[in-house]
C-alpha cells in the first residue's frame, strides 16, 4: 500500500522502517505545516497515498489531520496531548467522511500497551472490591517528550477511575498537604532517551504489586501503527483502537 508519514521526526523515521518491513511503500514524508499544504495541493496529493501516519506536535496535529481530511485521505494519528480539540478534529472527519475522510487515533499504537489497557480495566474491577488497597499510576519518557502526563497515562488514569468507585478522579503531581485518597495520582519523569515506561502501583498495608509496560523502543509503536493503517484502508470515519483491536484480541 502506497502511504504518508506525516511528521518526519522520531517516530516518523521509525513509520517508515515498520513500513518498509511491512511491504508497503511510503510516497510521502512532510515536516512542517507548509510542507504538508505543498504535499496536499500536488498532483496526486501526498503522492497519491491511500493512508496517512501522522505523528507531529501536540499544537500541530490537530489541523494537520483536518488538512488530510478535508482531501479525502485517511489518518492514523498518532500524536498525544491535544485532547481538548480532539471532538472538532472528529466532526471534520465527520463531515468529510463520503470523501474517503477517517481517522484512527490511539495515544499508544503498541499492541502490548493495548493489552495492558484491558489488564488495567481487570485489574481496577477487582481493586473495587479489595478497599484496602490504594492504586496509582507512573510513567517515565524521555526528556523530549512535549506533554504530560503520557497520553497512555491518562488513559490508564482513566480506566482505573472508572473501575474503582473510591477513586473520584486523577490528578497529576502533588498539592500542598496530604493527598485525598478520592484522587488517583499520576506522576510523570522526563529522563534521558526511555522510549516509555508505564506502571500501575497497588499498595497495601502488607504488600505492593505492580503492573508494569516498559517500551524497548520505538519500533512496537511504529509496526502498531502500520498495522492500524493496513486495518483503516478502506474504512471511513472515525474510529477507535478497540474497533482496530478487535480484530486482533477478539
Ligand atoms: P518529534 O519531535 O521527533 O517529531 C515530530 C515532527 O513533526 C517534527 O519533525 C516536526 O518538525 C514535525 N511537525 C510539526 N508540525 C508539523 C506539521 N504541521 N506537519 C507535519 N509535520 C510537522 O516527536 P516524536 O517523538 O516523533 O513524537 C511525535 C508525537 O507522537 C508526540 O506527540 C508523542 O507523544 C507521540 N507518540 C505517540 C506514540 C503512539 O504510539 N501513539 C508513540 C510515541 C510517541
Known amino acids: 500500500m502506497k502511504l504518508a508519514v506525516v511528521g518526519y521526526g522520531r517516530m516518523g523515521h521509525a513509520v517508515e522502517e515498520a513500513a518498509l518491513q511491512r511491504g508497503h511503500e511510503v510516497v510521502a514524508r512532510v515536516d512542517g505545516e507548509e510542507a504538508l499544504r505543498e504535499a496536499l495541493a500536488a498532483d496526486p496529493p501526498l503522492g497519491g497515498a491511500r493512508v496517512a501516519i501522522e505523528f507531529t506536535t501536540p499544537l500541530a496535529a490537530p489541523t494537520a489531520i483536518r488538512m488530510l481530511a478535508r482531501s479525502g485521505i485517511p489518518v492514523v494519528s498518532g500524536t498525544t496531548g491535544w485532547g481538548a480539540r480532539r471532538e472538532g478534529v472528529e466532526a471534520t472527519v465527520r463531515e468529510e467522511a463520503s470523501r474517503g475522510a477517517a481517522l484512527l487515533h490511539a495515544p499508544n499504537f503498541s499492541v502490548g500497551v493495548q493489552l495492558f489497557f484491558r489488564l488495567a480495566r481487570a485489574a481496577g474491577r477487582l481493586l473495587e472490591s479489595v478497599e484496602s488497597l490504594d492504586v496509582h499510576v507512573l510513567e517515565v519518557h ?64 502488607d504488600e505492593r504489586m505492580e503492573l508494569r509496560h516498559e517500551a524497548r523502543g520505538r519500533s512496537g509503536f511504529a509496526r502498531g501503527a502500520v498495522q492500524a493503517a493496513e486495518w483503516l484502508h478502506g474504512r471511513s470515519g472515525v474510529h477507535t483502537p478497540a474497533d482496530w483491536l478487535a480484530d486482533i484480541f477478539g
Do not use: C, F, Y
Request: net charge negative.
Open 142 to 205: 524521555h526528556r523530549h517528550k512535549l506533554d504530560h502526563p503520557s497520553g497512555t497515562a491518562r488513559h490508564l488514569a482513566e480506566i482505573l477511575v472508572e473501575e474503582i468507585s473510591r477513586k473520584e478522579r486523577w490528578e497529576e503531581g502533588l498539592g500542598e498537604g496530604m493527598v485525598d485518597p478520592a484522587v488517583l495520582q499520576v506522576a510523570s519523569v522526563r529522563s534521558g532517551e526511555n522510549a516509555g515506561t508505564h506502571v500501575i502501583g497497588i499498595e497495601g498495608p
